[in-house]
């Protein structure tokens, strides 16, 4: 239990780097299984718009700066174990809002999955490959990028981020709205108190 809390109450630390772990264990496990099963450029039919495949992404996502000669594996392995210490800063500074903690975990636990991938192969194993008949016009046959786990982990917290401000913006807003019924209601009952000293036999007109 105390690993699960600190002494707020709020989850503990211990427990979002325990939850980037199993994402991490996760990714690198079906990416060994590709790896041993599937040659380079393999697919196969699972359903008529999934399939499972072998690619290799020297790049980021969508194979943005693919085409490097070879520092980018370097650049994203940095920029990975920046973020990921960023991230643990956040961890820390914010345990109590849990949705924007399970949603930047999220986010680590998957691009430290690629940033191993980075380190050991020097390109990200990528296995998951979806045919949706509406990217037609965007993307060739229909068929979005090849994508892992990490990625799945990466979107999914970051959807997650979009959520949580949507309600704390949210919540401003409602906060503000009872501010200002309070600042209205305040100066109502201040006009009634004045009115009821200057003549307390005339009606208050609002």
């Known amino acids: 239990l105390s690993m699960s809390k600190d002494s707020t109450g709020a989850p503990s630390l211990a427990l979002w780097l325990g939850l980037a772990l199993l994402v991490i264990v996760l990714d690198q496990l079906t990416k060994t299984l590709i790896l041993g099963s599937f040659q380079l450029n393999d697919t196969q039919p699972i359903t008529s718009f999934f399939n499972l495949a072998r690619h290799h992404n020297t790049g980021a996502a969508f194979s943005f700066l693919a085409g490097a000669s070879g520092w980018q594996r370097w650049f994203f392995i940095g920029l990975g174990v920046v973020a990921t210490g960023f991230i643990v800063w956040m961890l820390k500074k914010y345990p109590a809002q849990k949705l924007f903690c399970f949603a ?13 991938d980075r380190a050991l192969h020097g390109y990200v194993v990528d296995f998951l490959q979806f045919r949706i008949a509406l990217l037609e016009p965007i993307f060739r046959g229909g068929y979005f990028p090849t994508f892992n786990l990490a990625d799945s982990a990466i979107t999914l917290g970051a959807v997650l981020l979009i959520v949580d401000a949507a309600d704390l913006v949210a919540d401003e807003k409602s906060l503000g709205a009872r501010d200002t019924r309070g600042i209205l209601d305040g100066l109502k009952e201040g006009k009634a108190k004045k009115h009821r000293a200057a003549d307390p036999s005339k009606p208050l007109e609002v």
């Open 104 to 116: 930047v975990t999220m986010i680590m636990g998957g691009a430290l999955g690629n940033v191993i």
